[in-house]
């Protein structure tokens, strides 16, 4: 079971437009964000994804911030939040644990804030393949 759930005090800004249905993909993943700039993601909420919760791929001056992600810890390739081929992204004051990374980098990304994550269960944060940070409960 997926379930994905935009809390009320929520907000999806795109190039300041506020999207709800056409920005996001139900396909492995709760929600993805292609190509996009300045996109704010603020106090959402992602339970039992298939794959990644969060993809960001070719994005610019993203920011999730109050972000929740909770998988059960034995679930293979549930990556919290995957960014890849994108700049200018902050992840700040989220909690994430799943059965994979917490959060993985790929290539092409640069200039990644990362802050006050807590993260457990899951691996930690990986860039392109190598553990930075080790999640303390694992």
């Keep these: 079971e997926m379930l994905f759930h935009i809390q009320l005090n929520s907000i999806i800004l795109i190039d300041h437009f506020l999207y709800v249905v056409s920005c996001f993909s139900m396909v492995l993943q709760s929600l993805g964000f292609y190509n996009s700039n300045k996109v704010l993601v603020?106090?959402?909420?992602?339970?039992?994804?298939?794959?990644?919760?969060?993809?960001l791929d070719g994005c610019q001056n993203t920011r999730l911030e109050g972000v929740k992600i909770s998988a059960p810890e034995n679930s293979p390739?549930?990556?919290?939040?995957?960014?890849?081929?994108?700049?200018g992204v902050t992840i700040t004051n989220s909690?994430?644990?799943?059965?994979?990374?917490?959060?993985?980098l790929g290539?092409?990304?640069?200039?990644?804030w990362i802050e006050n994550i807590n993260c457990g269960p899951g691996h930690g944060?990986?860039?392109?393949?190598?553990?930075?940070?080790?999640?303390?409960?694992?």
Excluded: A, E, M, W
């Design 42 to 55: 603020s106090g959402l909420s992602s339970l039992n994804s298939q794959f990644f919760h969060i993809n």
């Design 77 to 87: 390739n549930t990556d919290g939040i995957h960014v890849q081929s994108s700049s």
């Design 125 to 138: 944060i990986r860039y392109q393949n190598r553990k930075l940070i080790k999640s303390p409960l694992n």
């Design 107 to 112: 290539p092409g990304s640069s200039n990644i």
């Design 95 to 104: 909690h994430i644990g799943t059965g994979d990374d917490c959060i993985s």
